[in-house]
């Protein structure tokens, strides 16, 4: 039976890599991913001093699932805020998240960076390793790679994406960001509307659809999208298109 957990899982893995490395998980990431792909507005564990500083800028999700909506103010609160959690206890910005996934295009498309795996195994990271099975969590049979969802369709991302595209939801489907090596596409996206299931996996595909318009459009008039930089985003061969919004 397959069943994606995402608490457990994540947690796990948090502890396998605080026992090979030697290391907590938080300052480890921040040190060997996280600061060097430029990615300085993610946190999986503020310090109580970096909390202090980023509470006028940490935005207020609000639960809109039932008659009336009410601010998540619990998520904004020190104590969720300062945990690592690698499950969920991720802050970051639109813009972070394209710049991570940018970075592994860039990585997949020969890229040497030290702080990403090898291409051959970001490939097989970001490529089905399981064939489309009933998830006996999520209620609806999809593929997973190692730590992405593959075959997007089946994760309520559309039909848009090119087959070979991977990405992650999150929080309720108010998160979600996905790479598209076909059309050299970055995306992350931050709702601040938690909706039930349904309603979130409408307004997903819909905003796909409009960004690979938008990319199709762009296209045809031989336009270009906003790009990082290679020191940026490590790639091989010239800027990468991003999308943060």
Do not use: K
């Amino acid at each position: 039976d397959a069943a994606y957990s995402e608490d457990v899982g994540w947690r796990l893995l948090g502890r396998l890599l605080e026992a090979v490395t030697g290391e907590p998980l938080g300052s480890h990431l921040r040190a060997t991913v996280l600061d060097p792909l430029g990615m300085t507005d993610t946190w999986i564990g503020m310090t109580p001093e970096e909390y202090e500083a980023l509470l006028p800028r940490l935005g207020v999700s609000h639960d809109m699932r039932g008659l009336q909506s009410y601010p998540l103010l619990l998520e904004r609160g020190g104590r969720m805020c300062t945990d690592v959690n690698p499950a969920h206890g991720g802050y970051s910005t639109a813009d972070d998240l394209a710049r991570f996934y940018a970075a592994l295009l860039g990585q997949l498309d020969g890229g040497e960076s030290p702080h990403l795996p090898r291409a051959e195994t970001l490939a097989t990271f970001t490529s089905s390793q399981r064939p489309p099975t009933e998830d006996l969590v999520l209620g609806r049979p999809c593929e997973y790679g190692l730590g992405f969802m593959t075959a997007l369709d089946g994760h309520a991302f559309g039909r848009s994406p090119s087959p070979s595209a991977f990405g992650h939801s999150g929080n309720v489907g108010s998160s979600f960001a996905w790479a598209d090596p076909e059309h050299d596409l970055a995306v992350g996206v931050l709702l601040n509307g938690v909706v039930d299931p349904d309603s979130a996996f409408l307004r997903r595909p819909a905003l796909v659809r409009a960004v690979y318009a938008d990319l199709e459009a762009l296209e045809d008039d031989g336009d270009e999208l906003e790009a990082v930089a290679p020191d940026e985003a490590p790639a091989r061969g010239g800027w990468r298109r991003l999308l943060g919004r």
